[in-house]
Nanobody, 129 residues
Framework: EVQLQASGGGLVQAGGSLRLSCTVTGLTFGTNTVAWFRQVPGKEREGVSCFSNRDGSTFYQDSVKGRFFTSSDNAKNTVYLQMNSLKSEDTAVYYC??????????????????????WGQGTLVTVSS
């Protein structure tokens, strides 16, 4: 059984940092891409970043580029999303997803939710201004 466990959300002041974790079990970690999505109630889910464990490629949407960074610990089957210089507009429920897909996808929006079959539960990030 494939399971993704996301954690690390919380309440932080604008300008602060948080690190989200996504631990993957039941998949061959080294051949999969792990992506982070976020969703605000009433809005579409947005792909934030992706990280390919196959070739180490990463991609960030413009809205988070230079502030968010992903890394991977293969020994722990875990991908991290380090979020720095957080803004109020980063407030959302964050989800991790995994599948054997390329990172990024060939065209916009570059991180496509329907390509991922495996999803973790959301973790809420609230940035207070």
């Amino acid at each position: 059984e494939v399971q993704l466990q996301a954690s690390g959300g919380g309440l932080v002041q604008a300008g602060g940092s948080l690190r989200l974790s996504c631990t993957v079990t039941g998949l061959t970690f080294g051949t999969n891409t792990v992506a982070w999505f976020r969703q605000v109630p009433g809005k579409e889910r947005e792909g934030v970043s992706c990280f390919s464990n196959r070739d180490g490629s990463t991609f960030y949407q413009d809205s988070v580029k230079g502030r968010f960074f992903t890394s991977s610990d293969n020994a722990k089957n875990t991908v991290y999303l380090q979020m720095n210089s957080l803004k109020s507009e980063d407030t959302a429920v964050y989800y991790c997803a995994a599948d054997n897909v390329v990172c990024p996808s060939p065209g916009p929006p570059y991180i496509v939710d329907f390509l991922y079959d495996y999803w973790g539960q959301g973790t809420l990030v609230t940035v207070s201004s």
